[in-house]
């Protein structure tokens, strides 16, 4: 097993981890974009979005990013959610996963 969040949702490797369901587990990232930014992981391996059809799994990770949000105190300012997916949406990490951003403004610019 090769791919870096299926070792991180299965504690193999480090991570600051903020919110955990039995399905999905809710990290810090490394190297963040702003002073809130998380990744919303399923605990199974996708590579993509693409390749996940389970209904559950992602209104899950819908429903942990709004819960996160409330419990970093960023909901009422507000946050960005993002999947990026393939090479021209920006996705390093081929293990499904979603961004939530906050803390500065993210008005009228995508990154
Ligand atoms: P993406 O470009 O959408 O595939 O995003 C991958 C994200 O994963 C980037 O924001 C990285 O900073 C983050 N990342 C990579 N490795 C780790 C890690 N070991 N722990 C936490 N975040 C990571
Ligand atoms: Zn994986």
Do not use: W
Request: proline share 3%; glycine share 8%; hydrophobic share 40%.
């Amino acid at each position: 097993m090769s791919c870096v969040f299926c070792k991180i949702a299965s504690k193999e490797m480090k991570s600051t981890v903020v919110h955990e369901t039995d399905g999905l587990i809710v990290i810090k990232d490394i190297n963040p974009q702003a002073p809130t930014h998380l990744l919303v992981l399923p605990k199974k391996h996708y590579s993509t979005i693409l390749e996940c059809d389970d209904r559950d799994l992602l209104a899950e990770m819908l429903l942990a990013a709004k819960e996160v949000a409330k419990k970093a105190g960023v909901d009422e300012k507000g946050f960005r959610l993002v999947i990026n997916t393939n090479d021209e949406g920006g996705q390093t990490v081929f293990h499904l996963h979603m961004h939530l951003m906050a803390g500065r403004s993210l008005a009228g610019r995508m990154g």
